[in-house]
Structure formats: C-alpha cells, structure tokens
C-alpha cells in the first residue's frame, strides 16, 4: 500500500534543506542543516537520511505513510541511476547516492540536478504554475538553470539541458569556471559583481559600496553592491545594470529559441535590488520577437530558498 507522504531533499555545498509533504504538497515538516562537506560523503549521506527521519519524527508520520523521497543534488548526474558524477561543491566523483540512499531508507529514491528541481518546485508550487512551458533561472553565487517543457523537466540528451550560466553573452569577457570567456555565469552571477566590485575597490575607487562592506576591501560582496545601490551609489548601479543587461541578452535568447509563457528568476541576486532587475527586462523588451514577447510573463519566484525541495516533493510525488 502507497504510503500519503513523500520527502524532499535539497542537497547544497552548504546547507541541506528537507520537508515532509502530503501529496497536495502541503509541508507538514522542514528541517535545514549544515553540509560539513568537508566531513566526506558517509557523513553528507548520513545526514541526509538523518534529516529525513527527523522531518517524520516531527510531523509524528509513521514510517509506512512515507512512499518516496525526491533529492536535488548538485550535478552534473544521471537521473535514471541516481549517480553523481561530479560536485565540487561536495568534493563528490561518481557517488551512486540515489541507491545509497534507497537502500538505507528502505525507500524508492528519485534523484535530479538541484536548478532541474527548483524550476519544477516553481513551476509546480510556485510562479511559474500554469506555465507549461517555462524558464527557470537561478542567480546567486553561480547563474544556473532548469527547463520545463510540455509541463516536464527537460533533460537533454545528457542530462546537460538547462546550463544558462555558461551561455556566452560577451565573447571578450572574463574567464569562466568552465574555461571558457564571456559566459553569463561569468558576468551576471553575484560572484562576478563581487570581483567587479572589488577591482573597483582596489582602484581606489567604489567608496560607497566599500561603506557597504562596513569599509572592509575584504569584505566587498554582491550583497555590499546591492546595499550601496539601494542608497542611490552609482558605481553600484553601473555594476548591477551590467549585470541586468547581459542577464536580460541571455533570456531575450531563450525564449526566442523556446517560446516559453513563463520565465521565472529566483536566487539572491534577483530578489535584492531593482538595478539589475530592471536592467534585465528592458535588454528582453529590446531583444524578444514580438510574438513571443506577447505569449511570456517574466516574474520573480515565490518559494524563495525553497524551490528546490519543493521541486524535489514534485518529482517524489510525479513518479509514485
Ligand atoms: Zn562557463
């Protein structure tokens, strides 16, 4: 007999969120603890099952109500086999979590990418419900992103589909990650305003987002820029518009490509100053074809830090 509850997992380089959810998606529990990446993988695994547990005990469930767990984890992964190739993040290489995992709990244990999952918690759950075709788009430390086509997560024939972040926007632009130059990763991702902030810093120049950083160079952070923007800096503006504008090339170029009805942004970068928002949608106004201009809305997400358990609840309860 199918159990009435599943868990959702979202695994991240540094906190590991899990809830408890009916099958309407109502959360009955939620339990965020910290990584400890650096203790290895038994302990990240046990952790995870631990969590898992502990989101029952509190909901007061017994252990037969609980059906499957859904897990985002960094990728790149192969979904099918629940294996983990490769994050860095976790210092991971090839870990069948997936079967660890189902074996431990005694449970079916469906695994996807963590973007992957938060695009489908949003479109399930969140802004983008309705949208059967949608675009999610995370910015925060990196620029990530999931697709939702035909009300599916879309996969590719790798399971690569969906790296927005290394779409490149300025051919002569900095050095990626990934080794190549000019990805959006590479210029819109908070990790890019703060290295631009800090060249600036270290030019003798930015003096109010250097106040921000409490007058710390050390200190300088996307989140310094953001709180320096807000209080009308323009050096700060300067940098989050630039950002917003090679954000907005990258999404004008995704849905001309895909003709999606929703584009939903999610991750720090996003929520916390309306430089780089606004920056983003005139470059999509400027760049969209008309027609399919007319046919998407472009909003902020809704479930915030909680997209990717969500998502993780949608694709537990998608497959039992
Ligand atoms: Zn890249």
């Known amino acids: ?52 547990h502990e989101t029952m005990r509190m909901s007061g469930a017994p252990a037969g109500k609980i059906s499957a767990v859904g897990v985002g984890a960094p990728g ?28 431990r709990l005694k449970l079916p244990v469906y695994l996807d990418n963590d973007a992957n999952l938060a695009a489908l918690g949003e479109h399930v759950y969140g802004a983008g419900r309705d949208a059967d075709h949608m675009i999610y788009i995370t910015v925060s430390t990196g620029v990530g992103g999931g697709l939702i086509m035909d009300g599916r997560v879309y996969h590719g024939a790798g399971g690569g589909a969906g790296e927005i972040g290394h779409v490149t926007v300025a051919p002569d632009g900095p050095v990626c990650n990934c080794g190549n130059a000019g990805c959006l990763e590479a210029v819109s991702s908070g990790t890019a305003i703060a290295l631009r902030a800090r060249a600036l810093v270290d030019d003798g120049r930015g003096a109010g987002i250097l106040a921000a950083a409490g007058g710390d160079a050390e200190q300088v952070s996307a989140r310094s820029v953001s709180v ?24 004008a170029g995704v849905i001309n490509l ?5 584009v939903v942004l999610g991750g720090g970068c996003i929520q916390s100053t309306a430089a780089l928002w606004d920056a983003m949608l005139t470059e999509v106004h400027r760049r969209t074809l008309e027609s399919s201009l007319a046919a998407v809305r472009v909003v902020r997400g809704s479930l915030g830090g909680d997209a990717g358990a969500l998502g993780a609840v949608a694709l537990a309860l998608e497959r039992t």
Do not use: C
């Open 1 to 52: 007999m199918a159990g009435e509850l599943v868990a959702g997992v979202d695994l991240g380089g540094t906190k590991i969120l899990t809830v408890l959810a009916d099958r309407a998606g109502q959360v009955l529990a939620r339990v965020k603890v910290s990584t400890h990446a650096r203790r290895g993988q038994d302990y990240v695994i046990d952790t995870i099952v631990e969590s898992v």
């Open 76 to 103: 790149p992964l192969d979904p099918d086999r629940g294996l983990v190739f490769f994050a860095p993040n976790l210092g991971w290489k090839n870990v069948p979590l997936g079967t660890i995992m189902s074996e």
């Open 228 to 251: 320096a923007a807000v209080a009308g800096d323009a050096e700060a503006v300067v940098i989050l518009r630039d950002a917003g504008r090679y954000l907005g090339i990258a999404v």
């Open 258 to 262: 895909l003709n999606p009805s929703a």
